[in-house]
């Protein structure tokens, strides 16, 4: 079978990997281009969030360390 990661891990490796993109694109575009994608970012993260798309925030079982788990409706 394959390998199987907790929803934890799971949010790690996507954060990580989001990151890693978003440094690349920061090396590569300039400056100009950077606020640009920054600013409709910003908007699509409002849109999102008054979306029924947006994710629901669920605490895990380590409450009391605040961890959080992103589930998507769609």
Known sequence: GGSRHTAGEMYQLWDDTLNTVWRLLEENLSK???????????????GMESSSAFPLTVRSSA????????LFVC
Do not use: P, T
Request: avoid cysteine; charge should be neutral.
């Open 63 to 70: 409450r009391s360390a605040g961890s959080k788990i992103l």
């Open 32 to 46: 100009a281009d950077m606020e640009v994608l920054r600013n409709e970012e910003r908007d699509w993260i409002k």
